[in-house]
């Protein structure tokens, strides 16, 4: 990806037009405790003690459903010497309420840990109602975790007017600060954060992003289950991140970084297999770790491969999370104008996956459709070119991408979709997407040439790319040529603002889906994180049965009222916890 994106930045400098590089356990029983605050249990003298511990790496939820969440923390053990050993499980008791001082407690889960999953502790607590805010916390002997909020989604069956979310991607920690995080952090009305992939990065110190105070640990490339895990750690130490978990429910997905870059089902581009062994080993290791410190359900208790997954929020959308990284994709193309991309053989999510989201998206009677994916699914052209046969004609608004990484490089995976969407005339379908460090909107066509495309039929979908939260898009003067010369040749692109981060606020009523492109005023001052720069907030929607993007004549969302506002703000945290 890095390679591909100086390609780009050299294209631009040269004259040319455009090509874009993208980014370089436990268990659990529901019951009906009441306790406000449970003691521990006194040990019998047949019993080891329970151990001290602290809860560095904060709290977290995700996944929810209208009847459950995951809710996630990890322990860090006190007092533990080599010879005394790890112990062999922890017990850990979850506790949820609908108030923050756990006066009106509503479930206790009893569960445990150990080292096989690295001290981190994950239940799915079940049995809670539809569309409800909850507190929760964890305790282990008289150790008290901080106090996290998450909501389960509406009930399938149920009129929803409002949803209300954030979606980010691409942060890396040797680039800057989270700012975008504090501020997600400090909003206080999101009904969940998207995060698109790349929560973190696979490089060593001074490989990519050197932002003093800001080195990655382990400090050499992780490959082991040991630098994994530790990379893991070191972002959940990190005070603002902790800080939107502890907000929000997240629903995540990996993208390449979690692994290694420009990862595929059966290699990487950033993986040597003479120095850095098996690329199946290292993959398994990448998916069990993500499993384990992030809060994502898994299929089964041994299934640490399959991401893709399905929610339902009310009657209002559905939204597909799809795996477009590690579950199906075929070796990426090299070459540039490759032809081969548009091979019906070539993949980028496998039949069951793609059979999977068609069923979906037909299935669904949600009044929008959600689409959650890595990399970018809009044509991106440098050219428009001649066809001659009827598959170039079909194809023909791929004919002079550049991008192999992302859906250009699977001309005929994208095909599959819009023509499904075309034939069962499925509509209100958005694309929400990461990796690339640049802000997108787009309008979906088949063929969206300017010279020889559809422009005048109805488009079949739209897509909005969020900016990274650290990650660097272009530099000063090509970033202002993208934004200039993009449009031009691909006039299904509606906007594009290619170095600044931040994240969408999207914003979903059953008349539009409107999209709030916010920028971070800086990344790299420990005291302007959290601060947004107004002078380039964008705003772009689209309206119920039609995919065509507006601009004008937008304002800017309007808050949560108080029946989503009950939220508790983070603690300020000091510069030696958030560096």
Same mark, same amino acid.
Request: some cysteine; proline content about 3%; glycine content about 4%.
């Given at each position: 990806m890095d390679q591909q994106r100086r390609r780009l930045v050299q294209a631009l400098a040269a004259g040319g037009t455009v090509s874009l590089a993208g980014c370089g356990g436990g268990s659990s029983s529901s019951g009906g405790g009441t306790a406000e605050n449970p003691s521990p249990s006194q040990p019998s003298p047949q019993e080891p003690a329970v151990p001290r511990v602290r809860f560095e790496h904060g709290v977290a939820s995700g996944d929810p459903l209208a009847d459950r969440v995951i809710l996630w923390t990890r322990l860090t053990l006190e007092n533990t010497t080599p010879e005394e050993g790890a112990p062999a499980s922890v017990p850990v008791t979850v &506790?949820?309420?609908? $108030?923050?001082?756990? #006066?009106? *407690?509503? &479930?206790?889960l009893e569960t445990s840990t150990s080292a096989a999953t690295d001290y981190c502790v994950k239940v799915d607590a079940d049995g809670l109602e539809a569309g409800r805010w909850y507190y929760y916390r964890f305790q282990v002997g008289d150790r008290v975790s901080p106090v996290g909020r998450t909501r389960t989604l509406p009930a399938a069956n149920r009129f929803v007017d409002r949803a209300r979310f954030a979606v980010v991607?691409?942060? #890396?920690?040797?680039?800057? +600060?989270?700012s975008v995080y504090k501020t997600l952090a400090e909003h206080g009305d999101l009904d969940f954060v998207l995060h698109l992939g790349d929560y973190l990065y696979e490089y060593g110190i001074g490989e990519y992003g050197d932002v003093p105070d800001r080195d990655p640990d382990p400090p050499h490339e992780m490959v082991t289950l040991d630098d994994y895990r530790r990379?893991?750690?070191? +972002? %959940?130490?990190?005070? /603002?991140?902790?800080? @939107? =978990?502890?907000? +929000? *429910?997240?629903?995540? @997905?990996? /993208? $390449? =970084? !979690?692994?290694? #870059?420009d990862s595929y089902r059966d290699g990487a581009e950033n993986h040597q297999p003479a120095s850095e062994g098996d690329w199946r080993e290292r993959k398994a290791i990448a998916q069990r770790v993500y499993f384990e410190w992030m809060p994502v359900r898994e299929r089964n208790p041994d299934d640490f491969a399959t991401l893709y997954r399905r929610f339902r929020f009310g009657d209002l959308l559905d939204l597909h999370m799809l795996d477009t990284r590690l579950e199906g994709r075929d070796e990426p193309l090299t070459v540039p104008l490759d032809p081969a991309r548009n091979d019906p053989d070539r993949h980028l999510i496998s039949d069951t996956q793609m059979q999977w989201l068609l069923d979906g998206l037909s299935d669904s009677t949600a009044k929008w459709r959600f689409i959650g994916q890595q990399v970018m699914f809009a044509q991106l052209n440098i050219a428009e070119l001649p066809t001659l046969t009827e598959d170039q004609v079909r194809l023909r608004g791929n004919l002079s991408a550049i991008n192999m990484d992302q859906w250009d490089g699977y001309a005929a995976d994208r095909q599959t979709i819009l023509d499904h969407l075309d034939d069962n005339g499925i509509d209100n379908v958005v694309v929400l997407t990461g990796d690339i460090h640049t802000s997108w909107a787009s309008e979906i066509y088949r063929n969206p040439s300017s010279l020889l495309g559809d422009l005048f039929d109805a488009p079949l979908a739209a897509e909005f790319v969020t900016p990274a939260v650290t990650s660097p898009g272009f530099p000063d003067g090509a970033a202002e040529l993208a934004g200039v010369v993009i449009p031009v040749v691909n006039p299904h692109i509606r +906007?594009? !603002?290619? %170095?600044?981060?931040?994240?969408?606020? @999207?914003?979903? &009523?059953?008349?539009?889906a409107q999209a709030e492109f916010y920028y971070a005023r800086d990344i790299e001052s420990f005291d302007l994180r959290g601060q947004i720069d107004d002078r380039k907030t964008k705003l772009v929607a689209v309206y119920d049965g039609d995919s065509r993007l507006r601009e004008e004549g937008l304002r800017p969302s309007r808050p949560r009222t108080l029946r989503t506002a009950l939220w508790h703000p983070p603690v300020p945290a000091t510069r030696e916890e958030t560096a």
């Open positions: &506790t949820l309420a609908r $108030d923050l001082a756990f #006066n009106q *407690p509503v &479930t206790r991607s691409c942060a #890396n920690i040797s680039h800057g +600060y989270f990379r893991h750690a070191q +972002y %959940k130490g990190d005070a /603002d991140l902790r800080a @939107v =978990h502890a907000q +929000y *429910p997240m629903i995540c @997905v990996w /993208d $390449d =970084h !979690e692994s290694a #870059n +906007y594009v !603002e290619a %170095k600044s981060r931040g994240f969408i606020l @999207v914003d979903v &009523t059953r008349q539009r």
